[in-house]
Structures are given as C-alpha cells and as structure tokens.
T-cell receptor
Framework: GQQLNQSPQSMFIQEGEDVSMNCTSS?????WLWYKQDPGEGPVLLIA?????ELTSNGRLTAQFGITRKDSFLNISASIPSDVGIYFC??????????FGKGTKLTVNP | DVKVTQSSRYLVKRTGEKVFLECVQDMDHENMFWYRQDPGLGLRLIYFSYDVKMKEKGDIPEGYSVSREKKERFSLILESASTNQTSMYLC????????????FGPGTRLTVL
C-alpha cells in the first residue's frame, strides 16, 4: 500500500529546543492528521487539518496543511521530556483509509 | 471522550492456534479498522469495516479474517497463528460525523511461539 515520506526518521534534542518534522506525498489529500505514540501504547491524535494552507495549534504543537495538499509539517516548541515518543503523520484522500508515514522518533535529553 | 478498548494488552500463543483479538468502541462509530505495526514497516491495514456485517480487505489480509456482528465490536481472527504474525495489533474507529479522524485503542502485543 501507499505510504507517506516522513522525515526525519529520528531526532535527538535537548530539552527546551524546538522540533520540526514533515510529511510529503505524491498524492493529494483532503485531511492531514498528526498522532503521537508512546512506547507500548496506541497512537493518540494530536492535530487534525482539513483545509489547504490551514495552520492549527494545540498547546506547544503547531501543524500546517501544505498549500499543494501534498505535504504537512508539525512543530513542537520548547520541548519537554514528556514529548518523547514516535510522531506519525497520516493523510486521507478519497476513501475511509488513512495513509501513514513511518514515524519520527523523538528523544529529548533533559 | 472516544474510547476504544482492546481485550488484551499482551497475548502469547502457539503456532497453529486460533486467536481472537477483540476491539470495542463506545462512540457509536460506523467505521472500524485493524492494523498491525512492525518496526521499519509502520502501520499496515489488515481489514476494515464500514458498518455492521460489512468488511473490506486492507493491504495485508492474508492469514486473517474479521467479524463485525455488532456496531461497537470488531474482531480480528487468526485462523492458524504463525510466528510471522507476531506483532503489535491496533484497532481504530471513526465516526462519519468526526471527519476523517481515526481513534486508536491501546494495542495488543501478540507473540506467536
């Protein structure tokens, strides 16, 4: 099946730093979603984006739906240790199915 | 809050056993999904269900079947478990009124010996 290109694969940062990750696709999507997964748990929805160009915030998290509808990015500002985890992007086109990125593993050093 | 629960967090089975993984959601969602998650391969869709008694194959349905007799419950069945089905299994649900957001359960870590 189709997958999104998500980068970077992993990041090692210091507490307090800002983080940026992105996803790109060869296909157009109508919705972009960002999830976070803690070890041994299921993904938790962080932000949902529905319109091209849309910029949405959730606390220290900000995500944007690319104007071409083929990409999205997620920023985390002033990272804290509990931000550790794997962040997934997901896109939805014309069906009920989501297409997922392979995830960005974030490590935050205190 | 949407709640998706899975019957077991950890499961150990033997090769050849029949395995049932249960998923229940409490938000009256129409759509339900089963994924498996493996390192380096990401999330892969096994089966999904539009509504009660309806099912569609995902990207990797081989070796699996599903059952959706009630709206809130979606079961994944491994007819004869094999070691290559050792994985993390994730269930998700989506309501038609919740745009395209899927909500995930906590996952079942299945080990087949």
């Amino acid at each position: 099946g189709q997958q999104l290109n998500q980068s970077p694969q992993s990041m090692f940062i210091q507490e307090g730093e800002d983080v940026s990750m992105n996803c790109t696709s060869s296909s157009i999507f109508n919705t972009w979603l960002w999830y976070k997964q803690d070890p041994g748990e299921g993904p938790v929805l962080l932000i949902a984006l529905y319109k091209a160009g849309e910029l949405t915030s959730n606390g220290r998290l900000t995500a944007q739906f690319g104007i071409t509808r083929k990409d999205s990015f997620l920023n985390i500002s002033a990272s804290i240790p509990s931000d550790v985890g794997i962040y997934f992007c997901a896109g939805q086109g014309g069906s009920e199915k989501l297409v997922f990125g392979k995830g960005t593993k974030l490590t935050v050093n205190p | 809050d949407v709640k998706v629960t899975q019957s077991s967090r950890y499961l150990v089975k033997r090769t050849g056993e029949k395995v049932f993984l249960e998923c229940v959601q409490d938000m009256d969602h129409e759509n339900m999904f089963w994924y498996r998650q493996d390192p380096g391969l990401g999330l892969r869709l096994i089966y999904f269900s539009y509504d009660v008694k309806m099912k569609e194959k995902g990207d990797i349905p081989e070796g699996y079947s599903v059952s959706r007799e009630k709206k809130e419950r979606f079961s994944l069945i491994l007819e004869s478990a094999s070691t290559n089905q050792t994985s993390m299994y994730l269930c998700a649900s989506r309501g038609l009124s919740s745009y395209n957001e899927q909500f995930f359960g906590p996952g079942t870590r299945l080990t087949v010996l």
